[in-house]
């Protein structure tokens, strides 16, 4: 059974910084799209970063420079580094996977595996 699973939230400081892990379980990451969505109280879900089966990363503006995707194919396990974390980054943290190019990896609707959620809080 494919299975997603994220960890590695938490409560932070402006400017610190937390590492997200997710876990897939049931095929091999390395070979799908795999992606970090966010959703805040009250927003609609939103593209974080894309890892694509041939490496390529892509990453929304608000992001750029601060956060890095990566992708342990041994632990077949999907990591999203965040630096310097802002109040606007507070959310419930997804990854999910899809069996596309990556090309349009911020559409939700491509997305048909995904994991439970794990918090990240930060405060000013």
């Known amino acids: 059974q494919n299975r997603l699973a994220e960890s590695g939230g938490g409560s932070v400081q402006t400017g610190e910084s937390l590492r997200l892990s997710c876990v897939a379980s049931?095929?091999?990451?390395?070979?799908?799209?795999m992606s970090w969505f966010r959703q805040a109280p009250g927003k609609e879900r939103e593209g974080v970063a894309g890892?694509?089966?041939?490496?390529?990363?892509d990453y929304a503006e608000s992001v750029k420079g601060r956060f890095t995707v990566s992708l342990d194919k041994e632990k077949n396990t999907m990591y999203l580094e965040m630096n310097d974390l802002k109040p606007e980054d507070t959310g419930m943290y997804y990854c999910?996977?899809?069996?596309?190019?990556?090309?349009?990896?911020?559409?939700?609707?491509?997305?048909?595996?995904w994991g439970q959620g794990t918090q990240v809080t930060v405060s000013s």
């Open positions: 999910a996977a899809a069996p596309t190019t990556c090309r349009w990896w911020y559409l939700v609707a491509d997305y048909n595996y």
């Open positions: 049931g095929f091999p990451a390395s070979t799908v799209c």
């Open positions: 890892l694509a089966a041939s490496g390529a990363a």
